[in-house]
């Protein structure tokens, strides 16, 4: 919360921590000490443009808005003044703004602050992270726009928000997923670590291939990677004909046994070996001489 960030100086700050107090530092504690909170009315109040968050949980809303029927807002907002709108823009506590509208709240209490359009937005995407209830493609969009917006570096972005920078960046990545991915993301259909994962992949026909493998499958992050690694191993040409050389002998000798197309790929230490079949009477036959296979073995011991 602001009022505990700013006035609890013996709780250790984290790096997210610091970068709120460096925004916060010369306006917050300036004027909170001038005692520059305001009652507001709601109708004065509008949206900050640059929320990152764009879907709000309607229960949690209601709760609140229950509370704060019983017990009022403990906690002010935070505003700016808008000239271009002649109202006061929400920077942070549209939350507590939205429940105050459905409690039938009139007027709500708000510091002033004299901030421009950069510092608004660092400070709502800071807001939202602090509260961990961005989704992961609200979050990447809430960096981009920082860097996209106000000519700001990623390592920049990576310092204000207190995350390293490969974090930003692979964030930012996410979203050059296609916009169906996307949406499995947000609806939770796949992790942040499968969008990751798909993102090492080139076509955008293989990550939808394999998007739908996760969800029918039900496949682990780690179990995606491992399918994704055999995968491209496979449809690497520099590689397959390094391992087609190395394991050609093994390969001519399954050919004449089986009499059907082998692939041995990997390397001395791992691999696997692909074994075609044309529909299921084929695939029974190929089992029988697996199978006939294990026997000669046997007999040979």
């Not at 990152?52 to 229960?59: F, L, S, V, Y």
Request: charged share 30%; net charge positive.
């Amino acid at each position: 919360m602001i009022t505990h960030i700013c006035t609890d100086k013996k709780k250790p700050k984290t790096g997210l921590g610091r970068g709120l107090d460096s925004l916060f530092s010369e306006n917050f504690i300036q004027n909170t000490q001038k005692n520059e909170i305001l009652n507001l009315k709601i109708s004065e109040i509008i949206p900050n443009k640059s929320q990152p968050r764009k879907e709000i949980d309607n229960q949690s809303i209601l709760e609140l808005a229950s509370s704060i029927k019983n017990h009022g807002i403990i906690q002010p907002i935070v505003v700016r003044y808008s000239q271009e709108t002649q109202k006061y823009e929400l920077i942070v506590g549209e939350r507590r703004w939205r429940a105050a509208k459905i409690a039938a709240i009139n007027e709500i209490p708000a510091i002033l602050l004299k901030i421009d359009d950069q510092k608004s937005a660092e400070l709502a995407l800071i807001e939202n992270l602090q509260r961990e209830n961005l989704t992961i493609i609200e979050e990447a969009n809430g960096y981009k726009k920082l860097i996209e917006n106000y000519g700001l570096t990623q390592e920049e972005v990576a310092k204000i928000i207190g995350k390293s920078r490969p974090t930003i960046t692979n964030s930012i990545r996410i979203l050059e997923l296609p916009e169906n991915i996307l949406c499995m993301l947000n609806e939770n259909k796949i992790t942040a670590g499968h969008a990751r994962a798909l993102l090492c992949l080139k076509s955008q026909d293989d990550i939808q291939e394999f998007a739908r493998h996760v969800i029918l499958k039900e496949l682990s992050v780690r179990a995606l990677e491992q399918e994704i690694k055999r995968f491209t191993t496979e449809h690497n040409p520099q590689i397959r004909i390094k391992k087609n050389i190395f394991f050609s002998e093994f390969e001519s000798n399954l050919n004449f046994k089986l009499k059907r197309n082998i692939k041995i790929l990997g390397s001395e230490k791992q691999g696997f070996i692909k074994l075609e079949f044309n529909g299921f009477r084929d695939l029974d036959n190929l089992v029988k001489s697996l199978m006939n296979i294990k026997d000669d073995i046997s007999e040979n011991k």
